[in-house]
């Protein structure tokens, strides 16, 4: 069973429960610091997009933006994937909006993709597999998110502290565009010469939907309060929202429950493209849960054309 992360690691500020686990968030980060660094150079240029906060920052989306861009520039590129059971939902997204090499080693899923004749490979997380010397690497965050309450992980919920921030170029600050200026003069404060780029989530399909009708939404995504907001800014009315862990396995007794909430009320049920490949409607009415097919759209695209293109 999968469990929703601590409501605490997104306080302003730590509570009493991260100061104990401090200590504990202390030695995983000393332990990462001894762990010698391999930094092996491939042949095939390497785009790493990763994060600090643990899920729910976007990096699929702009993976798959950035796929998009080289493939306009006629450039052969590729997703690189690590093996984790519990994420076949991105696996299949990035699969039907490209070439994917899966393995329980980056190393050698990037092996693969040289020998196929690949130029460039797109790394969907990975930032901190320090045996690989990534030729870019872009670090996102979500705007809502941004970084809870500040502290590593099992105190807060980054994978590694801040102030490393310093040591990367390329920020990327996706949702729907909240917070911009503040989260923008935490970053300068921490490098003023950090890249920062924003994107904006848009929904492709949100004229499918009835602004008059009433809806249920539910999602087992990194950042559901994100998708609510973006639902709620085409105008939707969501009367009732349910939220489940980031890559949630549903069950059919589950399902079948919230069929039974939108009948009760005369809801109409949405959720995300990640979750309807979650879900095994093959026994139930697929046709009264729809999803909602969402872009990252890039505010900056031109620049970071640029900088993709450079590598």
């Not at 100061?19 to 030695?27: D, G, Q, V």
């Not at 039907?96 to 969907?124: C, H, M, P, T």
């Not at 909240?178 to 300068?188: A, C, M, T």
């Amino acid at each position: 069973m999968k469990f929703k992360k601590p409501k605490f690691w997104d306080y302003p500020k730590p509570n009493l429960i991260a100061f104990i686990l401090l200590p504990i968030s202390f030695f995983l980060q000393l332990v990462k610091i001894l762990v010698p660094k391999k930094n092996k150079k491939f042949k095939i240029k390497t785009i790493c997009v990763g994060n600090f906060y643990v899920g729910g920052t976007g990096k699929t989306s702009l993976s798959i933006k950035i796929n998009e861009l080289l493939k306009t520039n006629n450039i052969k590129s590729c997703f690189i994937k690590k093996n984790y059971t519990n994420q076949t939902d991105e696996q299949k997204i990035l699969n039907n909006n490209g070439k994917v090499f899966l393995s329980n080693s980056r190393i050698e899923a990037l092996q693969k993709a040289e020998e196929e004749g690949f130029e460039v490979a797109i790394l969907d997380d990975g930032l901190q597999d320090k045996s690989i010397d990534f030729d870019l690497k872009l670090v996102c965050f979500n705007n809502n998110n941004w970084i809870g309450n500040g502290l590593t992980i099992p105190a807060g919920p980054l994978r590694e502290s801040i102030k490393n921030l310093k040591n990367y170029e390329h920020v990327f600050l996706n949702g729907n565009l909240e917070n911009l200026d503040v989260i923008k003069n935490e970053i300068n404060q921490i490098s003023s010469g950090i890249n920062i780029h924003i994107g904006k989530y848009v929904g492709l399909n949100m004229d499918q939907f009835d602004k008059t009708d009433d809806y249920l939404v539910f999602s087992g995504i990194g950042n559901h309060n994100t998708f609510i907001s973006m639902i709620k800014s085409y105008g939707l009315n969501i009367k009732k929202e349910i939220e489940f862990p980031d890559h949630y396995q549903y069950s059919k007794e589950e399902i079948v429950n919230i069929l039974k909430q939108a009948d009760k009320f005369n809801y109409k049920i949405l959720t995300t493209e990640k979750d309807i490949l979650r879900i095994d409607l093959q026994d139930l009415n697929i046709n009264k849960i729809n999803y909602i097919k969402s872009d990252l759209e890039i505010i900056d695209e031109e620049k970071l054309n640029k900088i993709i293109l450079s590598i």
